[in-house]
């Protein structure tokens, strides 16, 4: 249908039959769908990895919502707006606005917090602002000063960072016996920039051939940290001929801190860097707050003291100002203290808002944790824990994954959250893997069979009780039955142990645990309970110490890059054999050219309009910039040119373009190439396109990325290897190939320590070590240790339940 009919048909009056009706929808894999979901309800769209269900929910449903909206704003305004573009899809009827809670990771700025995400920190400050208690004399302050983040909250030293970068004597001088002719002051410049600082400093009086350390403390201190720049007529010692000249000092401070803020040599800043001691400001103690600030205080406690606290704490400490009541509050409105009503209204809000996060499972995270730290799944918790206090009613919310990174005793209440949106008024469609999400969803659309050419059908959509009886759905065999599951194999016998003692870190307390080598190891416990410092830091560090230890390798969630010009061809190394194949061909060998040619990162072969990156950067007024698809190579990253080289009738971007699936069959003569995509595959990624730029890959998908690349090289030794929950956005059917990889690692000799959620997972393993019983401060014990069904039949753990039900025979 032409884009114009599409346009037109998608605009059309909505039913008010309680549907939205999809039709003709090709968005990527997608095979012209039709489907209809109800509103009002929680529906869950499954299917293995690159089936196309996001596609499906988030490429189309969502993005026609976002078009909609979009033109519904003033042209003038529209082109201020970053815009998608348009689905492809004949039409879709009956469909309300729409909110998208899609992974992210954290923001990368230090200042933004779990406070300022679900803004709880703007309710905490106007707290302290009109009830906090004074001290004797103090005027009242704005509830701006009380945030690190605004001209009057910040510290004047550190300004709002909490962390000063200071010179002392110890960082700008190195040896004390030494002059200032010697060179003393190390931090001032070398070459004819320091000689002449010399000359300067004996022009003003000071003795540059005595000991620094034999120089009065007020001598020293002028030097080192003064803030005046004197000029001096300096005669050049070596050259009585030369004309004097006007020569400035700079105090070793004043010089450091001037190259750091305004050289434009990288090579310089980072020179001078040695020099600076970097810690908490000593003025404002870390808290980023000025002191007028910390000397307010609400039920004792200052505003940088209640943003330390875990969420669990905070509800604790509001409590009892939200529980007074209308007969308790102080009579004058004028007054101050926690006895107001302006007080009693702000603590009762708080406390609704901060009882919804610790429902979600997140009552360990403080106010003041940098959203940096925090996993994608946390990040769209706290998402979604603000849209539920927003009032919003008649919107569809999108999410993807939200159970992704929860121990199932989190996902509960995860459920209750998303049927507190439903009862709300609102309709909420997930993209989920979890299936005991998926089973108290209303209606399951089952996307698949398989992933990328062989997906993109709806098989299924309906009550999820009718999925059984789908024949061709890989997702109905994981919702029957736990009893229909393969049993787990007989654990192993561990070879040796790993034996860590009164261990201290984080919330992780005078911990003993033996972690056994030879074996697959589950750490398991409720989201903030320890497992990823244990593994990923504790583990980590004392492995190498550790006699039958030869090898360490960390698999994490890290990005495989940062920019579009990095992928997972050229991450895993595959992309080199795939250039080699193209400058091997006769038409290559003509021309001249070689591997480089046909890289996307190198002049010539590149597109020069988008520098190989495929697209451009387009700047917006007032907003953030966005991308847009190059004009010149729509996309391709290379020169026309580049592109009349073909190998077996594909192009180099047509290569770049394939799946991972795809391409195992097209390169299957490229033995490199070959080995690289067959571990792909084993990872349960075979649905990733080979140019998918990094920044659009999930933690999970990077974590995977990364081993699949380490299953190539060839093992020597006994490694270690050590990952963070890579089960993450996995279908259940990609899990067991997951884990049939995992336990080829261990046969092959080596040893798997893995933080994991997923009960299939931790019942495959042949140890399991369970920390808690709860988050936070409430962790960091191991409340059981053993085989799964040992851990199973704990009455501490609560994974035993959830353990044990997938361990009955």
């Known amino acids: 249908m032409p884009a114009d009919r599409t346009r037109a048909s998608s605009s059309a009056p909505d039913p008010v039959d309680g549907f939205v009706r999809v039709r003709g929808a090709r968005e990527n894999n997608l095979r012209a769908v039709d489907v209809d979901v109800p509103r009002d309800r929680i529906v869950a769209f499954t299917g293995v990895s690159g089936s196309g269900k996001s596609s499906l929910a988030f490429g189309t449903v969502f993005a026609e919502a976002q078009r909609r909206f979009l033109e519904s704003v003033a042209p003038y305004a529209r082109r201020l707006i970053a815009q998608g573009s ?19 990771r954290g923001a990368p700025s230090s200042r933004s917090s779990v406070g300022t995400v679900t803004t709880l920190s703007n309710s905490v400050r106007m707290l302290w602002s009109r009830a906090g208690t004074y001290p004797e004399g103090a005027d009242r302050l704005e509830s701006d000063s009380f945030s690190p983040n ?5 510290c004047p030293r550190c300004h709002g960072l909490g962390v000063a970068h200071e010179v002392t004597e110890a960082s700008a001088v190195r040896d004390p016996s030494l002059s200032i002719r010697d060179g003393a002051i190390a931090a001032w410049p070398g070459a004819w920039q320091g000689k002449n600082l010399r000359d300067v400093t004996a022009v003003l009086g000071y003795d540059i051939d005595r000991p620094w350390r034999e120089l009065s403390r007020e001598d020293r201190d002028w030097l080192l940290f003064t803030e005046e720049q004197p000029v001096v007529e300096v005669q050049p010692q070596r050259d009585r001929v030369a004309k ?3 020569g400035r000092f700079w105090s070793a401070r004043q010089f450091v801190l001037h190259t750091l803020a305004d050289s434009q040599s990288e090579t310089q800043r980072t020179k001078v860097l040695q020099f600076v001691e970097s810690g908490p400001c000593s003025l404002c103690v870390g808290t980023g707050l000025t002191r007028a600030a910390l000397a307010v205080t609400v039920a004792g406690r200052t505003v940088a003291e209640l943003n330390a606290l875990p969420l669990t704490e905070v509800a604790e400490l509001l409590r009892p100002i939200a529980a007074i009541t209308d007969a308790g509050v102080a009579t004058s409105r004028a007054s101050s203290g926690e006895r107001t009503e302006v007080a009693v209204a702000i603590s009762r809000d708080l ?5 919804v996060l610790t429902e979600l499972g997140l009552g360990y995270l403080s106010l003041g944790r940098a959203t940096p730290t925090l996993s994608p799944g946390e990040m769209q918790r706290l998402r979604i824990a603000t849209q539920l206090r927003s009032g919003l009613f008649g919107v569809v919310y999108v999410l993807d994954e939200p159970s992704a990174g929860l121990h199932p005793a989190d996902a509960e209440p995860l459920v209750e959250v998303l049927e507190q949106l439903v009862a709300s008024g609102n309709s909420v469609f997930v993209v989920e893997h979890d299936m005991d999400v998926v089973r108290r969803a209303d209606w399951v659309v089952d996307v698949g069979p398989a992933a990328g050419a062989g997906g993109g059908e709806v098989l299924y959509s309906g009550p999820v009780a009718g999925l059984a009886d789908v024949e061709a759905s890989v997702t109905r065999r994981f919702l029957g039955a736990e009893e229909a599951r393969p049993a787990p194999r007989e654990p192993r016998t561990p070879a040796a142990w790993l034996e860590l003692r009164d261990v201290t870190r984080h919330n992780l307390r005078a911990l003993d645990v033996d972690v056994p080598l030879g074996v697959l190891t589950a750490v398991t416990g409720v989201s903030g309970s320890g497992k990823s410092t244990l593994v990923g830091h504790v583990v980590a560090e004392r492995a190498v110490e550790h006699p039958g230890v030869d090898r360490v390798v960390q698999v994490d969630q890290k990005p495989i890059g940062r920019t579009p010009r990095s992928n997972l061809a050229t991450y895993t190394g595959l992309f080199d054999a795939v250039r080699a194949s193209f400058a091997a061909t006769d038409e290559a060998r003509a021309r001249g050219w070689g591997a480089g040619r046909f890289s996307f990162n190198v002049v010539g072969g590149r597109c020069e309009v988008c520098q190989g990156e495929g697209s451009v950067s387009v700047e917006l007024l007032f907003l953030p910039g966005s991308y847009a698809p190059c004009p010149e190579c729509h996309g391709s990253r290379y020169a026309p040119e580049t592109l009349e080289v073909t190998w077996h009738g594909a192009t180099v971007a047509d290569v770049l373009g394939m799946t991972v699936e795809e391409a195992a069959g097209f390169l299957a003569e490229v033995p490199a190439a070959a080995r690289a995509l067959e571990a792909l595959r084993q990872v349960g990624l075979g649905y990733l396109r080979l140019g998918q730029p990094a920044p659009e890959l999930s933690g999970g998908e990077a974590q995977r990325i990364k081993l699949a690349t380490e299953l190539q090289r060839a093992r020597g030794g006994h490694t270690l290897y050590l990952l963070d929950e890579p089960t993450t956005g996995l279908h259940p059917a990609d899990v067991e190939l997951l884990v049939a990889q995992l336990q080829r690692l261990v046969d092959a000799g080596g040893t798997v320590v893995l933080v994991e959620h997923a009960m299939d997972v931790v019942a495959a393993a042949d140890h399991v070590i369970d920390l808690g019983p709860g988050g936070g401060d409430a962790g960091g014990q191991v409340v059981a ?8 039949a704990s009455t501490a753990s609560r994974t035993a339940p959830y353990l044990a039900r997938r361990l009955r025979p």
């Not at 729409?98 to 992974?103: G, I, N, P």
């Not at 406390?351 to 009882?355: F, K, P, S, W």
């Open 150 to 154: 605004t001209v009057a909250g910040a």
């Open 86 to 104: 348009t689905p492809r899809v004949d039409s879709i009827t009956g469909l309300p606005p729409a909110v998208a809670l899609q992974q992210r």
């Open 785 to 792: 240790s053993g085989t799964p069904r040992e851990v199973a």
């Open 351 to 355: 406390l609704a808002r901060v009882e």
């Open 244 to 246: 004097p000249y006007k």
